[in-house]
Structure formats: C-alpha cells, structure tokens
C-alpha cells in the first residue's frame, strides 16, 4: 500500500512549488539505495533494527567526476567522516553512507572495499563520506550486525527515481519526536526566471522532544502525550541536500546551514547530546580530478543581483522548506516498530495530527 505523505494529506509547507516527486530524486542523476537489516522476533534482547543508507550524487563515478559541495555541523556530538576533505576542497568525491553510529567504521571500510572492485587506482585516494545515527534503543548495536555485504547491498542499489521513505535503509531504527522516524524527502522548483533550478532534501531523522514537535507551524507534539517511548534519547539528524543550481563550495556550505533552520522549524533545538549534521552538494560542475589544462570553465550563480535578493536566496529559501517537509515525511511515512527488549516507537497518528491542523486552518484540499 502507497504510504501517506504530507502534501498528499493536505498539509502545504512553505509557498515553493516542489517537483514532479517532491523528493530528493527531482535533482536529476541522484542516486539513492537502502538496506534495511531486521533480524529477531519482537523484544529479542539481541533484536536487529538497523540498516545503510547509500546516495550518489550524479549518475556517474564520483571519484572520477566530483561535484563541489559544503558541510555544516548544527551540533557535533555525532559524526561525518570526510568532512576535512570536504571543507578543504569544497568536493564531494565518493558515495555518502548513512548508518547506525557504530556501524560508521564498518560502512567506511566496505565501501573503500567496494570502489576498489570497481577502481582499484581511484581506492588508493578515495576517502568515503559516511555519516550516522545512534539506533541503539531499538537496535542490538553491540553485536555490529551490519555487514560488508549490507554496505555493498545499498550501493548496489543506488538508482534514480522515487525513494521509499520511514523505516527503511538507515532509518530503520530511529526515533523523531518520540515518535518512529527514519527516512524523509522533499523538494523544491525554483521560478523560470530564477532558471527552475531544483533543491532535493534527505533527512535522516532520529531528534526532537515530544513537546516541541510542530508541523506546518501548529504545535501538535503537546496535544499527544500518550504513545511514548519507555526511555527518551536526544537523537541526532543527518540532512543531505542536493541542487542542480550551479554553486560553488562557500554557497553550498551555507545552502548547508538552511537545513538547520529547516529542522528548527519542526521543533528541533539542536540539544547538547544530538548531532545534526548537514551536507549539501550542485551536480551543475561535474569537476574533473585530472585534466591536461591548467585552468578548466565553470558556471556558478551570482551571490545577488540589483534589484533583488537573486538565486542563492531563493534556494536558502528552498533548503528550509524542503527540510522542514522531508522531516514530516519521515514521521507520516514510519510505522510502528518494536525493536530489542520489546522497545517500542509508535507511529507518528497521523489522522489525530490532520485533525489538529484542520482545527487551525492549514489544511488544503489535495
């Protein structure tokens, strides 16, 4: 069965028109492929909830073509391997792994392992971007379940298209709002005169007290106090954002820091022990890591324009919109799931929550 998302429901976040899928996918060339790993009945204290999560970003090599890119850490207690060479050459120039928080290390040497059965000469070089959150309340993390195969399983299967949402891939231990989260994604299409150019989110949600949670502005986690978890955890949230405007690294390392307002929006308030991390990267300059000449032409957008605020403003614009959407997909999309010890993370009641927004007035019929 096709599974409820926002704006299907009636819920209009923001005044940006998205795309033909609103999801990360309307970015053309992106790749995305999931593993999900579930192994263990209900309560099994050694219950398996986990899974990888793998994006590229264009229909290519990365290693032999990166594209620019810029990272932003909202709050760091959490990780992003590569984000050195990220800042430093303002390139993103592997696959991006999301995973469990223990299971980093493992998605790092797999996927070196994987590239090198592709290229072995680009694997000497290549450092991969992995990034992560902590599924420990549902998932046995001390037994490290995932796999070299569950890594190279989620490469495999990166494709362009839709992307399946909620509990899957990487998301499929974890929490928002004390709700079950996951996966969520979103998009928005620039005006024709500002090019059409299309701004993607990936949220890998696991963040947020109850309380706090809002949804198109209306405070709704307040009105739900039943439906929670045994034990509250800070979380942490990994937002992907991918645009076919032509960026360069500074404009993408601040592209990057609107997604954070994008989780503020929703009731995020990047706590001491969550780790919100932030990447975003342009597939409009594919950049070549050898070329015979010495200097190589690039497009790029102007910071603004006389008259008015121009291209970049509008795709902060879009990255906060975006955000904010992909977040309250995860939440309609996740299903309830009970994990190790009998943990449990109910699924976000969507229809008590549509109720609430039509009380205030921000439904629109679909």
Partial sequence: MEKLRARSAGVRIGRMTPGALNGFADVTGVRVGHRTIVRGADGDPHAIRTGVTA??????????EPVYAGTHLLNGYGELIGINQVTEW??????????????????YDATVRWIAGRDSRAAEDVMPVVSECDDSGLNDVLSFPVADDDVSAALEAA???DIAEGCIGAGTGMQC????GGIGTASRVLTPELGSYTVGV?????FGNRADLRIDGVRVGEQISDLMPVEHTE???VAIVATDAPLLPHQLRRVAQRAGMGLARTGSTASNGSGEQMLAFSTANRYPVRTADAVIDLRA???ARWGDPGLLSEV?????????EAVVNALFAAETTVGRDGNTLFALPVNRVLAMLERAGRLTPA
């Fill in 235 to 237: 979380g942490s949230c």
């Fill in 90 to 107: 303002g390139v993103l120039m592997s696959p991006i792994l999301l995973t469990s928080s223990l299971a980093i290390g493992k998605a």
């Fill in 159 to 161: 494709v362009e298209g």
């Fill in 301 to 303: 957008a102007a910071d």
């Fill in 55 to 64: 994006i590229f970003p264009h229909d290519g090599d990365p290693w032999i």
């Fill in 316 to 324: 902060f614009a879009a990255t906060v919109e975006a955000t904010e």
């Fill in 202 to 206: 990936l949220v890998l949600t696991n």
């Fill in 177 to 180: 709002f004390d709700f079950k």
